[in-house]
């Protein structure tokens, strides 16, 4: 009976336990986030292995001009090709617990048992997909207020010494757009994802204050980034996805990026398991289980490829 403290009301005489609220209280989860901004693979599913390999097709050449001569065949370019596999794993846990306990407590166990692996279901999903976004080959690094450190290999080259700001935002989006060709979402924005404390530090930069003062006067007030130079900012403080790092944990890690990011293979999606009771029933719990992935849809840091900048520290 580990789910119930039992004291004795007399030197001899009944058991009791103490008194219990007639309400449950649940603790405070992290948002989760990343997992609505992934693209699933579409027919793929049960019965089709255990990876998916996806196509992708690169940007042809440009030549330095398509002026044709009379008398010449028009040139050929070549169309390449390229793949790129996900491979899908188990994942799951599960709470056990007793029918002893069950019948003994004033509360029914299996319901806040479902919520709270629902919960951190959901966390966990977050976070695989975080993952996926910072496995991007791009990494920009702040290492001042009007400096930073891009490397496309996928390790950082610098040390982050700064917080994010308006200017930072203006660096990422202009690399993103006139470097690295990478198309926008819907509404023509790139979308952000930054731990409270980078978006923060974007809030307090007083371009961000002398922006919002004409456009939206309320975001302050309502703790809204909202867009700016381009880029959607969405706000996460799952630690799980991403961190406080760089010297000092001054910046707030983060990530920014546009269309076919992240693709997640999914042959089985997440749910809630009873277990098949064991002990003539005594011995019961139950689990969440699925059999899926995420990945990045191009893996490369090459221009008219890379879809994500992954903003962090060495």
């Avoid at 009007?146 to 490397?151: C, D, Q």
């Amino acid at each position: 009976m580990a789910q119930h403290t039992w004291t004795f009301d007399a030197p001899s005489g009944t058991y009791k336990n103490h008194a219990m609220s007639k309400r449950l209280y649940k603790a405070a989860l992290a948002e989760a986030i990343f997992m609505d901004h992934v693209r699933p693979v579409d027919g793929f599913g049960r019965k089709m292995g255990e990876s998916i390999t996806l196509t992708r097709v690169a940007a042809l050449a440009q030549p330095s001009s398509a002026v044709l001569v009379e008398t010449e065949r028009i040139p050929e370019d070549v169309l390449a090709l390229s793949t790129v596999a996900i491979t899908v794993n188990e994942l799951g846990r599960s709470v056990p617990y007793t029918s002893l306990s069950n019948d003994l407590s004033e509360f029914d166990l299996e319901n806040p048992i479902q919520s709270a692996l629902k919960d951190q279901q959901r966390l966990e999903l977050d976070r695989i997909a975080a993952v996926a976004f910072k496995a991007t080959k791009i990494k920009y690094a702040p290492t001042g207020a009007a400096t930073s450190n891009i490397a496309t290999n996928g390790t950082f080259g610098a040390t982050a010494t700064v917080n994010m700001s308006v200017f930072h935002l203006e660096e990422i989006h202009d690399y993103m757009y006139d470097t690295l060709y990478v198309p926008t979402l819907a509404n023509d924005d790139y979308v952000a994802i930054f731990r409270t404390l980078g978006v923060r530090g974007i809030m307090r930069d007083s371009e961000w204050k002398e922006w919002h003062k004409y456009t939206d006067p309320s975001a302050k007030y309502n703790g809204e980034v909202g867009r700016i130079e381009g880029i959607r900012i969405l706000t996460t403080n799952n630690p799980n996805a991403l961190g406080k790092v760089g010297t000092g944990s001054a910046l707030g890690e983060g990530v920014v990026f546009g269309k076919d990011a992240v693709a997640l293979a999914e042959v089985l999606s997440p749910e809630l398991r009873a277990a098949i009771p064991a002990d003539y029933g005594r011995a019961k719990g139950v689990a969440w289980y699925a059999i899926l992935q995420a990945g990045l849809i191009w893996d490369t840091g090459n221009a008219g490829q890379a879809r994500v900048v992954h903003v962090g520290s060495a």
